[in-house]
Structure formats: C-alpha cells, structure tokens
C-alpha cells in the first residue's frame, strides 16, 4: 500500500504498468495542495495584521483559529448577507487571542475517566441455611 501527500491510498504492484506515473502524479498534487494551504495561511496572516496594524493592536494578538473560522463562515454564506469591505476589516480586526489567564494546564487532563475496578477477592463461602436447602432440593 502506499499514501502520498494528497491522501489518497493505493495498492502498488511492480506489474502496474502506470502505477509509478500515478504514485508521483498524486505526490504532486499534494504537494501543490500543501503549497496552496501555506500561502493561504499567509495570506490570512498578512490580511489580519494589517487591519490590527491600522487599529493600533499588536499583531503578535492574531488568533489565525478565529480567522481561519470567519473566511469558512464567510465562504459559507452562514451569515446569509454580505459583509461589505468596512465589516470584513472590522471582523478580522476582532480576530485576537483571548486576553484571559489561564489556570491550569493544558497539558495534562484527566480524561477518559477510566473504571478502576479492585481485582475479585476470594469467594465468601457460607453454610446454607435449612430454608435454603428445601429450596435447592424442590428446585432439582
């Protein structure tokens, strides 16, 4: 089996005859698709640091989650109305990270809660009583 950069999987036997062509035709395209993410992610950068540039906010305060979130909104349509260019500049100056502290960390979590059960003791073993001994006898 053999996986490429564009995440598709296929068998490769040395008897397919287009099979080497296909494997670094499908290399390719991921390659291309990597590239196209990175520049879009820079472009992203570039678009949110100038309008937090213009407002005064320090650039290193980018949140590239949040802005990766409003293009996906935006492309979307789920705001069903279009932002003209002042609310799209407005929405991307937005785009910060949080200013909170955080008190804890995230390093370590205590998830799955996982059962701890003890290890089965020995059998309590006990004499039956005359009650329970016509009963076992009207059972059989």
Do not use: H
Not at 87 to 99: E, V
Not at 115 to 132: F, L, Y
């Amino acid at each position: 089996m053999r996986c490429d950069g564009a995440l598709r999987c296929s068998i490769v036997r040395s008897t397919d005859v287009g099979a080497s062509r296909d494997a670094k035709r499908f290399a390719a395209a991921g390659a291309a698709e990597l590239a196209w993410s990175l520049v879009g992610l820079q472009l992203m950068g570039l678009m949110t640091a100038r309008e937090l540039i213009a407002r005064g906010i320090d650039p290193l305060q980018w949140s590239p989650a949040q802005t990766r979130d409003l293009i996906r909104q935006t492309m979307q349509c789920r705001s069903r109305r279009t932002l003209g260019a002042a609310g799209w500049k407005n929405k991307l100056a937005a785009c910060l990270k949080d200013d909170y502290v955080r008190t804890g960390s995230k390093k370590s979590r205590d998830w799955p809660d996982r059962k701890r059960e003890r290890p089965p003791g020995p059998p309590k073993i006990r004499i039956a009583s005359e009650k329970e001994i016509l009963q076992a006898q009207r059972l059989s």
